[in-house]
């Protein structure tokens, strides 16, 4: 959907997180996601991960193998130290279409806050921070935000061999600029055959699924760089909302 300025697209948030509260409160115990943004400087774009750019469908059990057999390398260059589980482990949870193991997600979002080609789609949780990646490239072209909801309090399902997303939160030890940015991520998975790859986020969105994985897409003309940013000079916007 395309809008003329920026304060309808504050106005279309405020209806958002309004929308995700009457489902928390509909029924305090189910599970209702917080909602999560993206920003992307040019409208053009799907939404793909690094890793997707390089090769569709990459398999689960390669990328895991690289990406400890870079380790020691990774950890001779920064310092710092990461105990993953072994790769037989992380194929099985993954394999199951369940949520990476901890210390594995530290270390791959470590990776993607450094450049490293990835499975994970980064998010974040204030629609500021989307909207200053949306507008930071002066590339001339309209700009995109997505809003996102994984789970609306129905419960997921997923059905083989569709491809199925999974966020995974924000509490992890990784990169800082996690933190500064209020960072989360998702990742999809699905199976071809015997073989767990890393799927499209797309390919699930296409599915147009109601009760859950909600994305809704708001194109804002280059022509609103400069309102935002004038915003940001003023400090004329909080960071998050509450939920």
Known sequence: ?????????EEIVKDFYAKAQKLQNKDPISSVSIPLFRG???SSWKLKTTLDR???NFSIKKYC???RRIKSVIESCTSKCWNLPSIEKDIIEIGEYDRIPMASYGYMAYLRHNGFPSPLLDWTRSPYIAAFFAFNEDKKTDSKIFMYMEDIGAGKTYESP?????????NVKTHKRHHLQQSEYSFCVKKI???CVYGSHEEVFSLADKNQDI???YTLPYSERAVFFEQIKHNEYPFVFSV
């Open 215 to 217: 994305r809704e897409e």
């Open 54 to 56: 390089i090769e569709d």
């Open 193 to 195: 055959g015997d073989k």
């Open 40 to 42: 992307q400087s040019d």
């Open 1 to 9: 959907m395309k809008i003329n300025d920026w304060q309808h697209f």
């Open 65 to 67: 193998g690289i990406i």
């Open 162 to 170: 569709h491809a199925r997303i999974c966020t995974m939160g924000k």
